[in-house]
């Protein structure tokens, strides 16, 4: 029974049985929904919001990055003929528009987006080749906003033939020495950033190409990059890339920072043993800033059947190589120490447990070259006359490590 076109005061509700006052309530409620707000609407309040889309090219993947007001679900869907991937952000409206990525990249062609249905942002990317996609939530953490991380991994092709028995470093007659240089951070990690807004990752990756420029001038030596542009690298592949060039050297840029702006000067660190940090607190806290979550693997030592001697290979095999890092260290540090623009942090080489530097197989070394958080430090490390000097610095102590060990 609906009523319609009926006034009902109090006491013609109180006449009437159970029975009725509900078929009347019952009536007004139905009759009411065209009043109702649509979905859309009551959800409204509860929708995730898409704030940024960025997008970076890496050699071997591209990288496509969703910052959220929440972390949301989503679904990948593969399409063929023409080659598509197609990226659906559940209960989430545009606050940006996921088509508006700038686009200059080998594997997406064209970007759309759409809402298929309410509450879901469709983003489309037309591609250039086929792909194998991954996808990962990331929380908030450290300043950063929830984000969907999107990576499109390019097919390999025809895979490379891996020896079943590698060795550790074999050298041959007249080989150039071999140093892989890290530039610190890249990508969607920025690293520090100082009070002008300069990144660590552009500082680091600046140095370092003019630090593998230096190197490769030098009769008898070979840079090589571990990463050429503004991509995410993981430390785990930093020293894959390393072991990749059979790297006689590793060095890692960075640039430092702190909660107090007059902290300055440069650093010099080698792993500790065991990897395990020193006790300083402030070398803590940056070893914990530095790492993420990747783990480093040891030497492959799986040809050694026994156990016990696959330990003392590789014991025998870190200890070498935390012997040479420190001497290779304090060469560095010399050099650094006579450059006018350099101010020093520590006088000599500490050791702390960056998991980049965690390659039993190599010496390895990390260069905070100054703190980007020290505004005057900050200045000289945009300045293309300090970073310069810095890489002359380097190289020279690099040169003077290899030409003293004759390690190549």
């Not at 969703?66 to 989430?92: A, C, G, K, W, Y």
């Not at 050298?171 to 807004?197: C, E, L, N, S, Y």
């Amino acid at each position: 029974m609906i009523i319609q076109n009926t006034v009902l005061d109090k006491k013609d509700v109180e006449k009437m049985s159970p029975m009725q006052r509900r078929k009347v309530l019952k009536g007004i409620i139905l009759s009411m929904g065209s009043f109702i707000l649509p979905p859309s609407f009551a959800q409204a309040a509860r929708l995730n919001r898409i704030t940024d889309v960025r997008m970076w090219t890496a050699p071997d993947h591209t990288r496509i990055v969703f910052d959220l007001e929440r972390n949301t679900r989503h679904q990948l869907i593969q399409l063929r003929n023409p080659s598509r991937l197609v990226v659906d952000l559940m209960d989430t409206v545009a606050g940006v528009d996921p088509a508006d990525i700038g686009l200059s990249d080998p594997i997406v062609n064209r970007v759309r987006s759409g809402i298929p249905r309410p509450g879901i942002i469709r983003t489309v990317f037309e591609l250039k080749t086929s792909i194998k996609p991954r996808a990962f939530a990331l929380k908030a953490s450290s300043g950063k906003p929830p984000r969907l991380v999107l990576d499109l991994v390019r097919s390999k092709g025809q895979s490379k033939t891996v020896s079943k028995h590698p060795v550790l470093h074999q050298k041959t007659p007249r080989r150039d020495a071999v140093i892989v240089i890290d530039p610190g951070h890249g990508g969607i990690d920025p690293g520090a950033v100082g009070p002008r807004g300069t990144k660590e990752k552009d500082v680091a990756l600046q140095v370092a190409k003019r630090l593998a420029e230096k190197i490769n001038e030098m009769d008898g030596f070979k840079a090589e990059l571990t990463r050429k542009g503004d991509y995410f690298v993981s430390l785990r592949k930093r020293v894959s890339v390393a072991r990749k060039h059979q790297a006689d050297l590793f060095v890692s840029l960075h640039a430092n920072a702190f909660k107090l702006q007059s902290a300055r000067g440069a650093s010099v660190y080698m792993l500790s043993e065991g990897g395990k940090p020193s006790p300083d607190k402030a070398i803590r806290r940056l070893v914990q800033r530095e790492n993420s979550a990747d783990l480093i693997g040891g030497v492959n030592l799986n040809h050694v059947s026994d156990p016990t001697v696959r330990g003392i290979l590789m014991d025998l095999t870190q200890r070498d190589s935390l012997n040479r890092a420190l001497v290779y260290g304090k060469n560095l540090l010399g050099e650094l120490k006579s450059v006018p623009s350099v101010n020093i942090h520590f006088k000599e080489v500490k050791q702390a447990g960056f998991a980049v530097l965690k390659a039993p197989d190599m010496p390895s070394i990390l260069v905070e070259m100054a703190f980007l958080t020290n505004r005057r430090e900050e200045k000289m490390l945009r300045n293309n006359s300090h970073q310069d000097a810095l890489a002359d610095a380097l190289a020279s102590g690099t040169k003077k490590f290899i030409n003293a060990t004759g390690l190549a």
